[in-house]
């Protein structure tokens, strides 16, 4: 009797932990279709490029990037939004990192805020705004998808198109991986206008060589690709702005492979440190940009440094 007791209870074992493995495997392939299926083909908002008719003799657009520092400095934010409404800007670039922890509390605010820019805005995405930063700092990407997804339920794209009187503009994802950026530089830089220039805009940068390292996660934030594999995908465009710079402003030329190209470093420091907006000024015959610094309140714990 204590022989068949002995082995219905190795039976059970074996039973409960193959249930276990197979319930691990089945999540797991669920997880990887969903992430498969984001990742699969782009959205309408994506693949349509808009075409802006502003009948203007100068087009301003207002820039920035890395600021989820504001999240916490409600009069900061205030003042940065100020200073945004002054510039009258016919359209405002987000460059990324406006959140921190990509939580639906933090976009909440920050969507509740930018209610008060009188403009559109368009929105790149940054690491933070499309990971669980904290996950994906110690290689874990088993909420990929939900974090991505709500990315998506905030802003509807993750790449976008557009032309106006004097440029065309695109917005790439620098999260994706460098497939799925060319596939999506394949069908819509033939629908730019080569009688225009051309502007991309990034979160990262696209003209230095940092990427991640397949064996060290902590690297796994950063692209996954060098700009030795990204650049002969862009020498269509004249300029190149990305908002992950986190130092000061810069303007400067890039040469890669007898092609020079324009770029632009608009991100900024950290908590404390002087706080910007780069405005664009854009005709028919020229391109120019100019930071401004944000007036800290006085009595702000954001500790302003002077710029």
Same mark, same amino acid.
């Given at each position: 009797m204590k022989y068949i007791f002995l082995l219905l209870s190795i039976f059970l074992l074996v039973s409960c932990n193959n249930n276990s493995e197979n319930k691990d495997l089945v999540q797991k392939v669920h997880f990887k279709d969903k992430l498969d299926s984001l990742h699969t083909g782009f959205n309408s908002i994506e693949l349509t490029k808009e075409y802006i008719q502003l009948n203007k003799d100068t087009i301003t657009l207002v820039t920035f990037g890395h600021v989820y520092a504001l999240l916490y400095h409600e009069d900061v934010f205030d003042a940065l939004i100020t200073l945004i409404n002054d510039q009258s800007p016919d359209y405002v670039w987000v460059l990324g990192d406006v959140v921190y922890n990509n939580s639906d509390e933090e976009w909440a605010y920050l969507q509740e805020k930018y209610?008060?820019?009188?403009?559109?805005r368009f929105h790149a995405g940054g690491n933070h705004d499309m990971n669980y930063h904290y996950e994906r700092y110690f290689g874990v990407t088993d909420n990929q998808w939900e974090a991505e997804s709500r990315f998506l339920k905030n802003i509807g794209y993750r790449y976008i198109t557009l032309e106006d009187d004097f440029s065309n503009y695109m917005m790439? !994802?620098? !999260?994706? *991986? $460098? !497939?799925?950026? +060319? +596939?999506?530089? !394949?069908e819509m830089k033939p629908q730019l206008n080569p009688d225009k220039p051309s502007i991309l805009f990034t979160h990262h940068c696209v003209w230095h060589k940092t990427r991640s390292i397949a064996e060290d996660p902590k690297t796994w934030v950063k692209k996954s690709f060098d700009r030795d594999s990204? $650049?002969?995908?862009?020498k269509e465009f004249d300029y190149l702005i990305h908002g992950d710079w986190a130092q000061e402003y810069y303007s400067s030329t890039f040469s890669f492979q007898g092609v020079n190209q324009n770029v632009m470093g608009v991100g900024n420091l950290s908590e404390g440190d002087p706080l910007y907006i780069t405005t664009i000024k854009i005709t028919k015959d020229s391109l120019w940009s100019?930071?401004?610094?944000?007036?800290?309140?006085?009595? *702000?714990?954001w500790k302003a440094k002077s710029p």
């Open positions: 209610k008060g820019i009188n403009a559109r790439i !994802n620098m !999260n994706d *991986s $460098l !497939n799925r950026i +060319e +596939e999506y530089l !394949n990204i $650049l002969p995908q862009l100019y930071p401004i610094f944000v007036t800290i309140p006085d009595a *702000s714990t």
